[in-house]
């Protein structure tokens, strides 16, 4: 999706180096807004800004919501005519992007850092200075079907290790159960991360790094297993092929399934057969030490707040996050926290021994935070080079164009635009 984003030189002209006037000079009010949190989680906000203006007299936060397609435009218009939220919910590229537009602030002075997990904070982290609050995040478990593990010879209590061993593991099972084993992202704004998590890095000083003889040979092995009809074709190389994926485990068709905790819930109510054949483990962190599936949602403050206001607004963005207000949210949305002490609660770290995949799933993503990251494409039109980059690999891994060739093409594409 391309962001809604206004040039930063429009919004100097329409007034954002005018400060945010306080609504009352002896009670200011901090306006917050969330991101599609509403209606499905209106009682946990209006309790948690009602206690805490209870106990903050001096101050009043009141919260507004807004759709995930709308807030960028409401926030970009809000900065430009002097009058921002105090805090804004952002995903991870969207405060990546307002960052090098200079429309968010630094929060070094009044964040406490240490109650986050350290993935996090690296999340928010922009040229050594934090960014933003973190609140809610993902990371994946691999879930797979055992029986389906034991038909192909497999042992299910032996889950693949590695990348390359879950695509190992994909071809042993289409070869000896004709069933799809896998179903890796390859789409638009998803190719970049995988391969990043990999160790592979997509660009690097300023020009595109994705032609070299490693990234060469990892799409051969990804072209390998497509051959091999190990990996599910449905929406294979579409921004997002989660749901005809979980579609596809849930009917049998699909070996393995590498998506966060709540897939298991999902699996649970809607393939209860499968389910009692599932198994859940940890997903392959892969050479750069990093889980796969962190999408965290955060806080920022934008450039024009007034200042005066910031210490306030930091004692709330520090409420909103603390461990006990991200465990209550985690409870209720199936989500993990970033807050150390939170994702250190039983909730997460003591799993009954009869407890089935969906509970044990949130154990093991939850083991995982220190080293989730979101991991997607930091340059200018993000979109449309990651189109190109994700085309090249789907002609590639499809044979209809020599794998080098189809990297050299997407390259010299990038290298026009970077």
Known sequence: MKLKTLSLSLLIAAGLAAPLAAHAADKPVLEVWTMSLSPKFDGYFKELVSKYNAQHPNVEVKWTDYPWDVIQAKFTAAVGAGKPPALVNLNVPWAYDYQQESLIQPLDSVIDKNQYVAGALKDV???????????????????????????AGLDPNLPPKSFDQELQ????????????????????TKIEALLMQNGLDVVKDGKPAFNSPAHVAFVKKLADAY????????????????????????????????????????????????????????????????????????????????????????????????????LAFAKLAG?????????????????????????????????????????????????????????????????????KAALDEAAAYWNGKL
Request: aromatic share 8%; proline share 5%.
């Open 125 to 151: 982290t922009f040229n050594g200075k934090v960014y933003a609050f973190p609140h809610y995040n993902g990371a994946n478990v691999i879930t797979y079907n055992a029986a389906l593990f034991k038909k």
């Open 169 to 188: 593991y994909a071809k042993i099972i289409k070869a000896k159960t004709g069933v799809a084993g896998f179903a890796p992202t390859l789409g638009p």
């Open 227 to 326: 051959k091999a009809g190990a990996l599910l074709k449905d929406n294979l190389f579409s921004q997002d092929n989660f749901q005809v994926a979980m579609a596809a485990y849930n009917s049998g068709r699909l070996a393995m399934l590498e998506s966060t905790p709540t897939t298991l819930t999902r699996v649970r109510d809607e393939a209860p057969k499968v389910y009692r054949d599932t198994r859940v483990a940890a997903a392959p962190l892969g050479p750069t030490g990093i889980a796969a599936g962190g999408w965290m949602f955060n806080f920022a403050v934008a450039r024009n707040v007034d200042k005066a206001l910031l210490p306030e607004i930091g004692k709330f963005g520090n409420y909103l996050t603390n461990a006990d207000n991200q």
């Open 335 to 403: 989500t993990l926290p970033t807050a150390r002490k939170a994702a250190q609660d039983p909730h997460f770290q003591k799993v009954a021994n009869n407890a089935g995949p969906a509970e044990r799933a949130v154990g093991i993503a939850a083991a995982n935070l220190d080293k989730t990251r979101t991991l997607f494409l930091s340059v200018k039109n993000a979109d449309t080079l990651s189109a190109k980059l994700s085309a090249a690999v789907e002609k590639a891994v499809t044979g209809r164009q020599d794998v």
